[in-house]
């Protein structure tokens, strides 16, 4: 099992990102998936997760209203649509599958 995000960068506020998370060695379809995000020095906390149909979507409070998650079960893949971006968004972010497999990590780093 194998969690391969990317997309993260440099971005000004107010700025958008996409961030993805290809997954491979599991049948995709089958799991709830989610990004969570870690700025230094605080705790990893959840930012979005969408059900295994990717019909059932939830959010932190923090990212409500800009940022929007999505999965195409034919490309393994689920993204997130990050709009809006606040210096505050600076984090790394995580791609997760339930069972608590986590991906490597992509640094978002938004300037003021």
């Known amino acids: 099992v194998q969690l391969q995000a990317s997309g993260g960068g440099l971005v000004q506020a107010g700025g958008s990102l996409r961030l993805s998370c290809a997954a491979s060695g599991l049948p995709f379809n089958r799991y709830n998936m989610g990004w969570f995000r870690q700025a230094a020095g605080q705790e990893r906390q959840l930012v979005a997760a969408?059900?295994?149909?990717?019909?059932?979507?939830m959010y932190g409070d923090s990212v409500k209203d800009r940022f929007t998650i999505s999965r195409d079960n034919a490309k393994n893949t689920v993204y997130l649509h990050m709009n809006i971006l606040k210096p505050e968004d600076t984090a790394v972010y995580y791609c997760w599958r339930t069972g608590n497999i986590w991906g490597q990590g992509t640094l978002v780093t938004v300037s003021s």
């Open positions: 969408i059900s295994r149909s990717g019909d059932t979507t």
